[in-house]
T-cell receptor
Framework: GAVVSQHPSWVICKSGTSVKIECRSL??????MFWYRQFPKQSLMLMAT?????????EQGVEKDKFLINHASLTLSTLTVTSAHPEDSSFYIC???????????FGPGTRLTVL | AQKVTQAQTEISVVEKEDVTLDCVYE???????LFWYKQPPSGELVFLIR??????QNEISGRYSWNFQKSTSSFNFTITASQVVDSAVYFC??????????FGPGTSLSVIP
């Protein structure tokens, strides 16, 4: 099956710093990528949808200025958490899809801890 | 409204027991897709099955089976002869015409040896 990678797999940062998370589709072209956030013992919540070459579409309640998403190529999307605070500590998962196929392929996730 | 409900928050079974995880969904769309994912402690989601709204056939894959009933808007998942490796959080998910995947709250399954 299709493979999606994320880097880093975990990151610890100080409050106020920015953190960038990469999501790559390794063996297919991802026309659409999705970013999810998962707090401990909770479900995955969609943060935003990004189509290659277009601005991301954010879900209600997600601050677009805080969570910057760039999908500049068909194999790479990045999520930058700007001025991170402890409440941003979470598990961030990306998924990727080719065109409008129904299958999304999930990355292994990135665990962010903000001290 | 699009919604997925998994009423069982946590389930514990003894190894080799059968266990059924319930999933009830809500959507007004006539075309939609249902999924089950497994999330082991490592966190990585493992895709288990996809079913579209036009295909109500039940499916069996090894020890796993799925019962899709449109009349009750349910898509239940049964593990037969459970094993310790089945311990994980299981998510039921719904994809509709809005093109977003909505996840249920998840059911945490613990299989005790």
């Amino acid at each position: 099956g299709a493979v999606v990678s994320q880097h880093p797999s975990w990151v610890i940062c100080k409050s106020g710093t920015s953190v960038k998370i990469e999501c790559r589709s390794l063996d297919f072209q991802a026309t659409t990528m999705f970013w999810y956030r998962q707090f401990p013992k909770q479900s995955l919540m969609l943060m935003a949808t990004s189509n290659e070459g277009s601005k991301a579409t954010y879900e209600q309640g997600v601050e677009k200025d805080k969570f910057l998403i760039n999908h500049a190529s068909l194999t790479l999307s990045t999520l930058t958490v700007t001025s991170a605070h402890p409440e941003d500590s979470s598990f961030y998962i990306c998924s990727a899809r080719w065109r409008r196929r129904h299958e999304q392929f999930f990355g292994p996730g990135t665990r962010l801890t903000v001290l | 409204a699009q919604k997925v409900t998994q009423a069982q928050t946590e389930i514990s079974v003894v190894e080799k027991e059968d266990v059924t995880l319930d999933c009830v969904y809500e959507t007004r769309d006539t075309t939609y897709y249902l999924f089950w994912y497994k999330q082991p402690p490592s966190g990585e989601l493992v895709f288990l099955i996809r079913r579209n709204s036009f295909d109500e056939q039940n499916e069996i894959s090894g020890r796993y089976s799925w019962n899709f009933q449109k009349s009750t808007s349910s898509f239940n998942f049964t593990i037969t002869a459970s094993q310790v490796v089945d311990s994980a959080v299981y998510f039921c998910a719904l994809k509709t015409s809005y093109d977003k995947v909505i996840f249920g709250p998840g059911t945490s399954l613990s299989v005790i040896p």
